[in-house]
């Protein structure tokens, strides 16, 4: 090798690592900024709360919702979902259930707990729909529907549901899901507070480990698998300071599926939810984003860390590596679609901060990491990358990893305490250590194979996942 080579090969190297430990240095400081914002926004929120009362605000002027379940293949869990929105602190709401083609017993399970009766009614034809092929209504329950139709995914389900709706507001719940009982009550009032408001979600938390019983979660948990505690502290995580730090921006580009309240009328104005993509929660946001900025209206698009939502989580890596492969792609095909909001006058702090910090960190992200993990530990191997250079780069990537996982449960710990016991939060603390070594790589694997199968454009399909039943009894 000539000294020429030499010298470039060292260049080369050198402005590698620079690039990789940069990048994570403006990663990490991207969500400590966003940390920032959130606990500012999270002292606001649990002032107000503390002046309103511990207790859920009822002010008699509630608008009417129509809740929408979305089932395939949940007979696991199904009568004990429905049950908990049954017994939600509301006054006037209709529960919508939405049978896509279920294989399993799920339509059986429904009829048989709720004493389900045909009753054909005509729908609306706002939004299109595969065939449904019954509709029936509850004889205990007088504000339970339930839709059968021929299969079409989450998203064709839901447009069924929102054609059915009689209300003008609109909640998606997932069907392995539980709400708390004041969860409704609190997520409507961003609509009450602000004319202008066209979404509102609130927090998802994991159930596994938590005591439930007829459709009531009566004590949060700790479950006994470390996988699904590592759910815990990542969701801590996405939801306290993730979303929380986006909402005051009017820049929230995710509603989670599993809990998110919406104006029935503007949704139909954008086209109801896309079946052509597996993350049609996320892709009906940033398309109310665009839809609002483009033609100049006023809106809000709101997060809210109170009105809390519980659902299991998977125990077993196949579940969860598919799980994250799902939510990767369609990240990527919301973002991709809608690449415009960004580069729109118009695009306001949802196309001009939230999409240019979501594609650079969390759709493109999980290959810039990979590829820095790679890199670093080949390049230390073959003296390429020197002790100190690998030393820096892991205290930026797993260091302040760890620092934004435990700040995520001290926000839990500043504000809602849902973990009461003090033995639960050590281990949460102590699981917010661990998960930087090996689950967060093993993460950034599966979004990656979810990167691939973005890219190749592979079927879409509902992404079911296996149910233990142990709290769905």
């Known amino acids: 090798m000539s000294l020429l080579e030499g010298v470039l090969a060292i260049d080369w190297a050198w402005w590698a690592q620079v690039g990789f430990i940069g990048y994570f240095l403006l990663l990490n400081g991207g969500y400590l900024l966003l940390n920032l914002l959130s606990m500012v926004s999270l002292r606001r929120y649990m002032r107000l709360r503390a002046e309103l009362g511990a207790e859920a605000p009822y002010l008699g002027i509630e608008p009417s919702v129509s809740l929408l379940v979305p089932a395939y293949n949940e007979a696991a869990t199904i009568r004990t979902s429905v049950l908990s929105l049954l017994q939600l602190q509301y006054p006037d709401y209709e529960v919508v259930v939405i049978n896509d083609g279920s294989k399993d017993e799920t339509l059986e399970v429904l009829r048989e707990a709720f004493d389900l009766e045909a009753h054909p009614e005509p729908l609306r034809l706002g939004v299109p729909h595969q065939e449904v092929l019954g509709l029936y209504r509850s004889r205990r329950h007088a504000n ?56 509102a979600g609130g927090t998802v938390r994991i ?100 009105p809390i939502c519980w659902t299991e989580a998977p125990e077993d890596l196949a579940t969860l590596g598919k799980q994250r492969s799902r939510w990767q792609r369609g990240l990527a095909e919301s973002l991709s679609r809608h690449a415009r909001l960004a580069a729109s006058p118009r695009g306001g702090a949802a196309g ?117 039943g142990q709290w769905g009894q």
């Open 352 to 468: 001009h901060l939230a999409w240019p910090f979501m594609t650079l960190f969390e759709w493109l992200g999980p290959l810039v990491e990979l590829a820095g993990y790679l890199f670093m530990i080949w390049g230390f191997a073959f003296g390429v990358v020197s002790p100190a250079a690998l030393t820096a780069f892991l205290l930026v990537a797993i260091g302040m990893g760890i620092l934004l996982s435990v700040n995520g449960l001290l926000l839990e710990t500043l504000s809602f305490r849902v973990y009461r016991r003090r033995r639960d939060m050590l281990r949460l603390f102590l699981v917010a250590i661990l998960e930087n070594f090996g689950y967060r790589q093993l993460n950034t694997l599966w979004r990656c194979r979810g990167m691939w199968q973005w890219f190749a454009r592979r079927k879409h399909q509902w992404g079911a996942m296996k149910r233990s």
């Open 144 to 199: 339970l529907r339930v839709i059968d139709k021929r299969n079409g995914g989450k998203a064709d389900a839901l447009n069924a549901g929102i054609n059915a709706a009689r209300h003008g507001l609109f909640c998606a719940v997932d069907a392995d899901s539980i709400l708390q009982r004041d969860s409704l009550l609190r997520v409507v009032q961003p609509f009450l507070e602000d004319e202008r408001t066209v979404a």
């Open 207 to 306: 159930a596994n480990g938590s005591r439930v019983q007829g459709g009531f979660l009566l004590e949060a948990g700790i479950p006994k698998s470390l996988l699904a505690r590592f759910q815990i502290v990542e969701y801590l995580r996405a939801f306290l300071f993730g979303r929380l730090g986006w909402s005051p921006m009017n820049a929230v580009l995710i509603i989670s599926g599993a809990f998110g309240l919406f104006d029935r009328e503007r949704v139909i104005a954008v086209g109801g939810y896309s079946t052509a993509t597996v993350g049609e929660d996320m892709e009906l946001v940033v398309r109310l984003h665009r839809y609002h900025r483009e033609k100049r209206l006023p809106y809000r698009i709101r997060y809210l860390p109170d």
